[in-house]
């Protein structure tokens, strides 16, 4: 027999091909997603150009409450079962990470969809026209793309099947469902397009560039264990018949790939750049999205493909958390432009993240996933408040432009202080509540390592505190600068984003304990 | 059973082709990094993949192989030498090295990965024994691939339809340009700007065509001696006339 | 010969689309030896594939494939749109995100 010869029907008939048990309801919040996105794109195509934003808001609006009702849904009924095949594994941590996704991304919609600011929104109208010419002149005052809400649409989706993924290869599928997206996303400010499409180029290029470590890492473990479901690898480390190798070069290349998405140092390069340079929504969407994914599918690699090999990863990885939280509040301290900053404080908090995640133990991860949660709501509301303070350039997001704000907007300036008090951790705040149960979690495993990153995370969240001080400092005593920003009036979408994100923020800090038990009864994950 | 489809032991035919191709691929590979034109390193990607794609077919991967030659190297590769032709004359690389010494790092870098990892993956490697796709392939190997991948890979391959979709959408986004009401133009309005005063109806004058110089970027003279930009298209840049081309020449009668 | 072999090549041109990422500026170049990263990958996994004894490695380098497309179509995109107001496609040359 010949290896080209077409087969007979009777030799397609001996495969049995069976589809395997798909459990609806529990694929449901990724599948309305991704049929919403799909109607989105037939809604830019049909509808009248006036209409689209408004139907477009609507749509997505609707689609993300109904994924959270079906997380919710599924929470209650309290499922933990692996579905199609073992791709994709239901248990606590994917439905509180996706509840947080859907909740966040509602949230994050707000600003993506907020026209009152300026004319048109936050996008321009058609990127394909070349920046600077008569024509993009042109279209400066035209209504944004709505092509941006079918693009949020996937990468929520995207999102949501990363942190449910169960093998390497539904994972892999999943980041780049969620990144393209993103990199499309970046490349679309009305305003300084150049310096978006910049942000864009980068993210793209180093984002392609850690996803082929991650293909080859997936490629190494499969040598490894035959296999990419999770469980498969942990099995396979169990029983330990190949050489261990391979596991371990394949672990930190599929590594490399999630510390990028999560920008853990030295993986990070992109963060500021690609922070400063993307429409202000879209980085608050990625500050709390993205951070929630990435870190939700690390912590399923870390506890259930890679429990075994603890020990040997446990020093490398710590490091990497070392290096982060230090990287990430020095360079803070020394930044000028706002974007900037909070793009190296969301460095450092990887790094606080990672701290938990190391902890490897069930406190360690609900801790972590709290974290995320609380971050979440405060970097949104911290980006929403970015794009209240406008010039006419738009948005002015150099630090010597916020002097004196206190005098000009009191309730804007009050807004952004007690987001900074939050993100320097001072009690009261969710910043406190969150740090306090990464740390005690690190601290309860009681081994050296977690106590080694306890002690430079206490230390870095002191020198981190420093610079948000100083925007503090800089809002209510200096001088006005001549040309001050104004503070535009928020529209109602914004006024909401902040709302929520301000609330959240406070009620995590003063009541924390709902969301924590929440977390806790959550935090298992099955294999 | 042949030996596609068997492929558990390396016979001699693929040893052969290993020996062959493998350096050949790598000579490639280096060629594409070191390559100043970026046309060229397009066209050594291209050898590298069609080498891969004999590896997969000889590795008992018929399909994926041509897949790799029909859609990687022909599809894919394609679209990058499409963008770079119409990048065009900014094809080329510069050499100037922005970080100092990043280079040299790079390539030690490179070299110590590439000498711990192959050595490593020898090692391991070498005492394992392959078991071959004979059984898996045994109902024909796009058979078998069908049979996994509208099972357990089922929900991973819906999923790649977001992927498409998203693909698309950025590509319309970032390079359609609707056209605005005011810029479509019917054909009376074309007759009209072209009539209208201060406009010259005719074609454009070719450029000069000298005894010297047949190149269209050389502009015409006019008839009182002076050069006329009309003659040139405006996206070349403007050759000047050396003063031995500009002056009249003598002729015999003289 | 084993067909380990074929993966310490693969472990090669890895390293060479590397180390070409870190050297040239060419926005299209690097993007291409990204490719190189990829197809090495896409290697190791059909290699894997046979010593293995499951398709599952073929599969996933389809998979790797598709990927690949629509990040190709993204890539080149987001850089002709760059290239079409600044008429270079070097890296060094988008500078403007600097602290």
């Known amino acids: ?527 | 059973m042949s030996t596609v489809l068997a492929a558990a032991g390396v016979g001699a035919g693929e040893a052969w082709t290993f020996w062959i191709l493998g350096p050949l691929a790598i000579l490639a590979a280096l060629g594409m990094v070191v390559a100043r034109n970026a046309v060229h390193s397009a066209l050594w990607l291209v050898l590298v993949m069609l080498c891969l794609g004999v590896f997969y077919v000889v590795q008992a991967g018929p399909f994926i192989g041509l897949a790799q030659i029909i859609v990687y190297t022909g599809a894919i590769m394609m679209l990058f030498l499409f963008v770079l032709m119409l990048v065009g004359r900014d094809a080329s690389d510069s050499l100037i090295e922005v970080l100092r010494g990043q280079r040299l790092a790079a390539v030690a870098l490179g070299l110590g990965f590439a000498g711990l990892v192959g050595a490593a993956f020898f090692r391991a490697l070498d005492s394992r024994d392959a078991i071959g796709l004979a059984q898996a392939n045994a109902e024909g190997n796009v058979q078998g691939i069908a049979a996994s991948l509208f099972t357990r890979y089922v929900f991973a391959f819906e999923v790649t339809s977001a992927l498409l979709i998203a693909a698309a959408i950025g590509a319309m986004i970032l390079a359609h340009v609707e056209r605005h009401k005011d810029q479509k133009f019917t054909q009376p309005d074309l007759m009209r700007a072209r009539f209208a005063p201060g406009n010259y109806p005719g074609p454009k004058p070719g450029p000069g065509v000298y005894a010297t110089s047949t190149s269209v970027a050389t502009p015409g003279l006019l008839p009182d001696g002076r050069l006329s930009d009309r003659t040139i298209s405006p996206i070349l840049p403007k050759r000047e006339l050396t003063e031995a081309e500009s002056t009249p020449k003598a002729t015999e009668g003289r | 010969m084993e067909p380990g072999y074929y993966v310490v090549l693969a472990a090669v041109l890895f390293t060479i689309g590397a180390v070409g990422v870190l050297i040239r500026r060419n926005a299209i170049v690097l993007f291409m030896c990204i490719e190189l990263m990829l197809n090495a990958g896409n290697l190791a996994l059909v290699t894997f594939s046979r010593i293995n004894g499951t398709l599952d490695g073929q599969i996933m380098a389809f998979f790797v494939m598709v990927v690949a497309a629509a990040e190709v179509v993204i890539g080149l995109a987001i850089i002709m749109s760059i290239f079409r107001t600044r008429r270079s496609a070097s890296v060094d040359d988008a500078n403007l995100l600097k602290y």
């Open chain 1, 1 to 527: 027999m010949n290896g080209f010869t077409i087969a007979t029907p009777a030799q397609v008939l001996a495969i049995d091909v069976r589809l395997p048990d798909l459990d609806y309801a529990a694929m449901a919040p990724m599948l309305v997603l991704f049929g919403a996105a799909c109607l989105g794109v037939l809604v830019d195509a049909f509808a009248p150009r006036q209409s689209r934003h408004t139907i477009q808001f609507a749509l997505s609006f609707i689609a993300l409450t109904v994924a959270l009702l079906a997380v919710i849904r599924e929470a209650r009924v309290g499922s933990r079962e692996l579905t199609a095949d073992v791709a994709l594994a239901i248990d606590g941590p994917t439905l509180f990470l996706q509840g947080t996704l859907a909740v966040l991304g509602i949230v994050a919609l707000l600003l993506v969809g907020e026209r009152a600011l300026e004319k048109g929104g936050p996008f321009v109208s058609q990127a394909a026209i070349p920046v600077g010419s008569e024509a993009d002149r042109r279209q400066a005052r035209e209504e944004g793309a709505t092509e941006v809400f079918p693009l949020t649409l996937f990468a929520l989706s995207g999102m949501m099947l990363f942190v449910a993924a169960n093998d390497l290869l539904t994972m892999f599928v999943a980041l780049e469902v969620f990144s393209l997206p993103l990199y499309l996303l970046c490349a679309l400010a009305r305003r300084r397009r150049l310096v978006s499409q910049e942000a864009a180029l980068k993210y793209f290029l180093l984002g392609a560039f850690a996803s082929a470590f991650f293909i080859f890492g997936m490629a190494l473990l499969y040598g490894f264990a035959g296999t990419v479901s999770f469980g498969g690898i942990h099995d396979a480390a169990l029983l330990a018949t190949t050489s261990p190798l391979l596991l371990f070069t394949g672990l930190a290349m599929v590594a490399v790939g999630l510390l990028f998405k999560i920008a853990a140092v030295p993986f990070h390069v992109w963060t500021p750049d690609v922070y400063q340079g993307a429409p202000t929504s879209v980085t608050a969407f990625m500050a709390a999205c993205t951070k929630v994914a990435a870190f939700g599918g690390l912590l399923r690699v870390l506890y259930v493909a890679f429990d075994r090999a603890r020990w040997d990863i446990e020093p490398v990885i710590g490091t990497i958390a070392i290096l982060t939280m230090l990287v990430g509040a020095i360079l803070a301290v020394t930044q000028t432009d706002i974007k900037r900053l909070l793009a190296y404080s969301s460095i450092a908090n990887a790094g606080y993240l990672l701290v938990g995640a190391l902890a490897f133990s069930k406190e360690g991860l609900s801790s972590a996933m709290f974290y995320l949660a609380a971050y979440g709501f405060t970097v949104i509301a911290a980006f929403a408040v970015i794009t209240l303070v406008r010039d006419d350039d738009g948005e002015a997001t150099h630090l010597s432009r916020w002097a004196g704000l206190g005098r000009e907007a009191p309730l804007v300036a009050g807004v952004f202080t007690f987001l900074m008090l939050a993100f320097a951790g001072i009690p009261l705040t969710s910043g406190f509540t969150s740090k306090f149960a990464v740390f005690g979690a690190a601290l309860g495993v009681g081994e050296a390592w977690p106590v080694a990153l306890v002690i430079v995370g206490v230390v870095t969240s002191m020198i981190l505190a420093f610079p948000y001080l100083r925007v503090v400092v800089m809002m209510w005593l200096s001088e006005p600068a001549e040309q001050s920003p104004t503070v535009a009036i928020p529209g109602a979408f914004t006024s909401a984003a902040l709302m929520v994100g301000v609330l959240a923020t406070l009620l995590l800090g003063v009541f924390p304990s709902p969301v924590l038990d929440l977390a806790d009864r959550a935090a298992e994950f099955i294999r």
